[in-house]
Antibody, heavy 124, light 107 residues
Framework: QVQLVESGGGVVQPGRSLRLSCAASGFTFSSYGMHWVRQAPGKGLEWVAVIWYDGSNKYYADSVKGRFTISRDNSKNTLYLQMNSLRAEDTAVYYC?????????????????WGQGTMVTVSS | VIWMTQSPSLLSASTGDRVTISCRMSQGISSYLAWYQQKPGKAPELLIYAASTLQSGVPSRFSGSGSGTDFTLTISCLQSEDFATYYCQQYYSFPWTFGQGTKVEIK
């Protein structure tokens, strides 16, 4: 079945780095744009980053721009989020999410498949 | 940035009630709006996209309406499994943004 599985979360000290992974299965990963969305404990959803299906475009929220890098390896059906210079306010559950339509190049697409999330805690 | 105002933040209702959640945009987004349901400890699930199109598998008691700046999610007859938090999201322009969420709780 169509599935996204995140991994790589954990407890990390402020200023350190962490790389999250999102393994896709059950669909043609290389045909879909992918997003990262996070949710701080007890808070709402915050969009983090997006990468086009072919990796040609990437966009970031201002809160993570310059610190986080989204990437994908279509040969491994895997999405990544490299998080550097982590701050306490980056503490959250991180979800990867797929856009609805394949080969979308507009960015105007809802998120129809979500992973279960991976928790990142930034604390000394 | 498109700002979103979702209301109410908390809604107390009983099984069988008709409930309505509102989402207002700071600028027009045509119909590029989605609604998601999230239960505690779980990932969000897509309910409605393009403001009024029901995602496959979502019960017909859920409906969405609106365009431009004002949107509504309606649950026609609240069921026990519908007690959850609901988020609107605009995907008209970068950065993609979510509403603050509406928690639907048992009265």
């Amino acid at each position: 079945q169509v599935q996204l599985v995140e991994s790589g979360g954990g407890v990390v000290q402020p200023g350190r780095s962490l790389r999250l992974s999102c393994a896709a299965s059950g669909f043609t990963f290389s045909s879909y744009g992918m997003h990262w969305v996070r949710q701080a404990p007890g808070k709402g959803l915050e969009w983090v980053a997006v990468i086009w299906y072919d990796g040609s475009n990437k966009y970031y929220a201002d809160s993570v721009k310059g610190r986080f890098t989204i990437s994908r390896d279509n040969s491994k059906n895997t999405l990544y989020l490299q998080m550097n210079s982590l701050r306490a306010e980056d503490t959250a559950v991180y979800y990867c999410a797929r856009v609805q339509h394949y080969y979308d190049s507009s960015g105007r697409d809802a998120f129809d498949i979500w992973g279960q999330g991976t928790m990142v805690t930034v604390s000394s | 940035v498109i700002w979103m105002t979702q209301s109410p933040s908390l809604l107390s209702a009983s099984t069988g009630d008709r409930v309505t959640i509102s989402c207002r945009m700071s600028q027009g987004i045509s119909s590029y709006l989605a609604w998601y349901q999230q239960k505690p400890g779980k990932a969000p699930e897509l309910l409605i996209y393009a403001a009024s199109t029901l995602q496959s598998g979502v019960p017909s008691r859920f409906s969405g309406s609106g365009s431009g700046t004002d949107f509504t999610l309606t649950i026609s007859c609240l069921q026990s499994e519908d007690f959850a938090t609901y988020y609107c999201q605009q995907y008209y322009s970068f950065p993609w943004t979510f509403g603050q969420g509406t928690k639907v709780e048992i009265k």
